[in-house]
Nanobody, 123 residues
Framework: QVQLVESRGGLVQAGGSLRLSCAPS????????VGWFRQAPGKEREFVAA????????LYADSVKGRFTISRDNAKNTVYLQMNSLKPEDTAVYYC????????????????WGQGAQVTVSS
């Protein structure tokens, strides 16, 4: 069992930046692909970004390409989501998720989930 711990989200003005982090509790992360997903009120949880276990492969949703960057530091056992040029439509609860195997956008293929971090972008 992998328990994922996310950093706190926050409130930021449109155009601002925020970085989220995700780390496993009591387990090394280096063998897992990790994804970030988000869920706005009344909407389904959607894919944001994902990174392979090595960091050599990344995937992004079209809505965040060029603004968000996913990265990982396996020495620190942590995955990051750097969010720049934030927009009010980025407001959501952000979840990190992990799986053994190839990186994927499909949330159904992730086995382990964090508790979620609220990100609110004001206009």
């Amino acid at each position: 069992q992998v328990q994922l711990v996310e950093s706190r989200g926050g409130l930021v003005q449109a155009g601002g930046s925020l970085r989220l982090s995700c780390a496993p509790s009591g387990r090394t992360f280096s063998s897992y692909a990790v994804g970030w997903f988000r869920q706005a009120p009344g909407k389904e949880r959607e894919f944001v970004a994902a990174i392979s276990w090595s960091g050599g492969s990344t995937l992004y949703a079209d809505s965040v390409k060029g603004r968000f960057t996913i990265s990982r530091d396996n020495a620190k056992n942590t995955v990051y989501l750097q969010m720049n040029s934030l927009k009010p439509e980025d407001t959501a609860v952000y979840y990190c998720a992990a799986r053994l195997g190839l990186v994927t956008e499909n949330r159904m293929e992730y086995n382990y989930w964090g508790q979620g971090a609220q990100v609110t972008v004001s206009s």
